[in-house]
């Protein structure tokens, strides 16, 4: 039995509308590839790069639950801040996180990397500084290299000691897109 293209998007469609979904998700095509971003009742949960859905998403329902579907309408509004972002029109997300799971240090420094401008960059020293641990420079990297939310929690913003461009999950070309493009390099 085939299921018309339409009737898969009603029934998509119906299941976040009426919140039978723990984990709505969808592929988000932008100038630095194809982003697999997801949300739940709590807001956006994940965004990666040329991720495994199959795998990520595994990861995630047993953190979030299990009712798990490819539902585009339940990352609209990210998709519309990444939109903008991407075009220059956004400098700042409102969108609220999914962080759940994820233990208080990684919290707290997320929180300070959140914090970190538009346009400028900080070294991962400097935010551990900020948030009390100074010479935790390296669990800070440890933090942003497994970042669940990049872009929107902007560890591209994050550079080494010299300002030297280090490691990034996105790879380093889309971390010097995102640089340039906030005017930051």
């Not at 795998?55 to 009712?67: K, S």
């Not at 609209?76 to 240090?105: H, Q, V, W």
């Not at 070294?123 to 009390?132: C, I, S, W």
């Amino acid at each position: 039995m085939t299921v018309s293209p339409d009737l898969d998007r009603r029934f998509r469609d119906a299941a976040a509308t009426l919140g039978l979904l723990d984990l709505g998700y969808d592929v988000v095509s932008t100038p630095i590839g194809e982003l697999l971003v997801a949300a739940s009742d709590r807001g956006l949960a994940l965004i990666r790069f040329e991720a495994d859905p199959a795998r990520e998403l595994e990861r995630l329902a047993q953190i979030a639950g299990p009712r798990v579907l490819r539902a585009p309408r339940s990352i609209d509004r990210a998709r519309g801040e990444l939109d903008e972002y991407f075009a220059g029109r956004r400098r700042a997300f409102d969108l609220s996180l999914d962080l759940r799971a994820l233990p208080s240090f990684t919290i707290t420094v997320l929180g300070e990397l959140a914090r970190v401008p538009y346009g400028k960059t900080t070294t991962y020293g400097a935010l551990a500084a900020k948030v009390g641990r100074p010479r935790a420079a390296r669990a800070v990297g440890t933090v942003m290299n497994r970042n669940r939310i990049p872009i929107v929690l902007p560890c591209h913003r994050v550079v080494g000691s010299k300002g030297d461009l280090t490691g990034y999950a996105g790879g380093l070309d889309r971390k010097v897109t995102l640089l340039e493009l906030e005017g930051a390099r």
